[in-house]
C-alpha cells in the first residue's frame, strides 16, 4: 500500500494524473449542467436559492476570492440570460450581484450591471442606487458609478434634480471626461428634455463593453429616435414612469 | 559549488519527469477559458483571462511543489540514494538547501514560462501584460519559497505522503490567516484568540503575497508592502530551512 502510495506520487505520474482530474471534473461538470438543463421546470435555481454568504465563500476560496468572484459572476450572467428567455424568475439576482461585489470590491462592471438590471428590469431602484453607492465608498475617485446613478436617475426614475445632482459628482473626478461634464450642464439646463436621455442611452451604447447593456440601450435609442423626430409616439416606458416619477408631460 | 551541483541535479530529475507539461496544460487552460468564457463574461473579459491567469499560476505553482517537493527527499532515502551522498563531504545543510534551491529553480523557471503565455493570452484578448502584473508574479515567485521551504522542513523529518498532507495545511492556513484572525475576534473566547495568535507568529502570512486584486484593477501597489513582504518571505525561508537542518541532522538512515 505504501510503496502504491508513493509510485503514485511520482512526478512522472501528476501530468497524467491531473489530466484525468480535469477530464473527470469535465465530465462531472457537463452531466451536472445537463441534469440541471432537464429538470430546469422544476428546480430553476436552486444553486443560487442556497447561496453561501460571502464570508464563506471568501473562506473556501482560499484566498481566491478575485476567481470566486468571476465564476460567481458568469453565473450571475447566465441567470439574468436564463430570465431573458423566460426559464425562471429574477429573484435572486439581487443576491448573486451582491456577492459579486463583495468578493470583488473594485469590479465595476459588476455595479454597472447591477445596478442597471435591478433599477429596469426589477423595479428595485433603490437597491440599484445602494449599489453603486457601496462602489463608490471602494472607489471614491472612478467617475463611472456616479454617472451611472445619474443616468438611472433621469432616466428610470425620472428625478432630473437628482441626476444633475449625480453627474455634477461624476463631471469632478479627476478622470472625468468631457462627456460626463456635459451631461451635469444638459441636464441642469434642459432637465426632461427627451433629446438629453437619447443622448445618455447612446452615450452609454457606445461606451460599454456589455453586450445585453447595449442591446437594451439601442432598443431605447430606436424608441426615443422616433420619438424626437416625431416619426413614432413617446414609448410607453416614458410615459409610465412619468406617473411613477410625478414628472410634468413632455418631461422624461 | 556542491550546493548548486544538487541543486542542478533536483532541476534536471524535475525536467526529466515531465514536470513542464503542466505548462502546457497551463497553455490550454488559459486559451480555452478565453474562448470558452468570452460570451459569457459580458464586458470583463480582459479581466477574467488576468484573473485566471495569476490564479492558476499560483495553483499550478503550489501543486508543483507539493507534489514535488515532498517526495525530494524520501524517494532518495526509499532509494538509498541519500547514503550515496552523504557519504560524500556534503553536509546535511547543503543536501536540503541544495535540494531547496533545485526545486525552486524549477518552480521560477516554470512561473515565468508560464507568464509568457500569460501574456500572450493578455495580447489575445486585446489587453496588454502591465507593470503591477510583474510585481504580482514575483510576489508569487517569494510565495513559492516560502511554501517550498515548507516542503523542505517537513520531508526533513515525516514521510512523503505526510509532508504533502501538512503542507498543503499550512498553505491553505497561511492563505486564510486574516479570516482566521477575524474569526477570534468574533468567537471572543480567549483560548481561541490565544490559539490563533500563536498561529499568526507561527504559520506563514501567505495573504501578504497576494496582490493579484490590486494587479488586475489598475490599483496602485505600495512598494514598501512588496519590499516588506520580500524581506519577510526571504526571513521565513531560512529560519525554516535553518530549522529542517536542525531536525535532519537528527534523522537516522537504516
Known sequence: ?252 | MRILAIARNTFREAVRDRIFALVAVFGLLLVSSSIILSPLTIGAQQKLVADIGLASISVFSVLVVLFVGSGLVNKEVDKRTIMTILSKPVSRFEYLFGKYLGLLGTIGVMIGAMSVLFALALLATGSSFELPYLFSLGLTVVEMMVVTSVVIFFSSFTSSVLTSIFTLGVFLAGRMLPDLERFAIVTGNPDVELTTNLLKYVLPNLDLFDVRNAAVHGLPIDPAHVAWAVVYGIIYSAVLLLLADRLFRRREFK
Open chain 1, 1 to 252: 500500500m505504501r510503496a502504491l502510495t508513493r509510485s503514485m506520487l511520482t512526478p512522472r505520474m501528476l501530468t497524467p494524473l491531473m489530466l484525468l482530474l480535469a477530464l473527470s471534473l469535465g465530465w462531472v461538470a457537463g452531466e451536472a449542467g445537463q441534469r440541471a438543463r432537464d429538470s430546469r421546470s422544476l428546480v430553476a435555481d436552486d444553486d443560487v436559492a442556497y447561496l453561501p454568504t460571502a464570508a464563506a465563500i471568501r473562506f473556501m476560496s482560499a484566498g481566491y476570492d478575485d476567481v470566486a468572484a468571476d465564476i460567481l459572476w458568469l453565473r450571475t450572467v447566465t441567470y439574468y440570460g436564463e430570465w431573458r428567455q423566460g426559464d425562471h424568475g429574477i429573484e435572486f439576482f439581487r443576491e448573486l450581484s451582491r456577492r459579486v461585489v463583495e468578493l470583488d470590491p473594485h469590479f465595476v462592471e459588476a455595479y454597472r450591471f447591477s445596478a442597471l438590471v435591478l433599477a429596469d428590469d426589477l423595479g428595485a431602484f433603490d437597491d440599484g442606487i445602494d449599489i453603486l453607492r457601496r462602489g463608490m465608498q471602494v472607489m471614491p475617485d472612478t467617475w463611472w458609478l456616479p454617472f451611472e446613478a445619474g443616468f438611472l436617475e433621469y432616466t428610470v426614475r425620472l428625478d432630473n434634480e437628482k441626476a444633475a445632482r449625480w453627474f455634477r459628482i461624476a463631471a469632478s473626478k479627476p478622470d472625468a471626461p468631457d462627456r460626463a461634464k456635459n451631461f451635469a450642464a444638459f441636464v441642469t439646463s434642459r432637465a426632461g428634455d427627451l433629446k438629453v436621455s437619447l443622448e445618455l442611452w447612446k452615450f452609454v451604447a457606445n461606451t460599454t463593453k456589455n453586450p445585453e447593456v447595449r442591446i437594451k440601450a439601442e432598443a431605447y435609442i430606436e424608441e426615443l429616435q422616433a420619438a424626437v423626430d416625431g416619426t413614432g409616439p413617446v414609448p410607453e416606458w416614458v410615459t409610465r414612469r412619468r406617473i411613477i416619477g410625478g414628472r410634468s408631460d413632455g418631461d422624461v
